[in-house]
């Protein structure tokens, strides 16, 4: 009796995937169609498996407004995966870490254009950035640091 009930259960389950939700995570990229360097954080996110989509438009400060990210954090492009935003050259491991935490947020943002992020090499030049995290309110946190 308490077995057949099991077995009814079992059955029942909907097929668990057996990938990372985030392994197939598509990232929609808008950017200026002359930004080279955002181009390169493209390629960044591709090498690291995500599915990458691009929209060229001449200014993405009407993107960023849309998604919450507030003007200050501004980087020279604008992503949006699984309804966060992603401003800048954010890693490819902090979006990662952004999709399997899911905290109630805005998105993750480097602003400005730090030499040494994803797609700013510029030889062996690291300056230090911070990869912020933007909650609902427009409140920052240091989501991750980066040394020189
Ligand atoms: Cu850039």
Request: hydrophobic letters at 40%; one cysteine or more; a positive charge.
């Amino acid at each position: 009796m308490h077995r057949r009930s099991l077995l009814g259960a079992l059955a029942a389950l909907p097929l668990l995937p057996t990938l990372p939700a985030h392994a197939a995570s598509k990232v929609h990229v808008y950017k200026n169609p002359s930004c080279g360097c955002c181009t390169a954080w493209v390629d960044h996110l591709k090498a690291a498996g995500f599915a990458v989509d691009v929209t060229e438009i001449d200014d993405t400060a009407a993107v960023r407004k849309r998604l919450g990210m507030p003007d200050r954090l501004a980087g020279c492009h604008t992503g949006i995966v699984e309804g966060y935003a992603l401003e800048g050259h954010v890693p490819a491991a902090d979006v990662k870490r952004l999709l399997a935490l899911k905290p109630q947020a805005v998105g993750l943002a480097v602003p400005g254009m730090p030499v040494g992020s994803p797609g700013m090499e510029y030889g062996d030049r690291k300056d230090p950035y911070k990869v912020i995290l933007v909650d609902r309110k427009g409140r920052e946190t240091v989501f991750a640091s980066y040394p020189a």
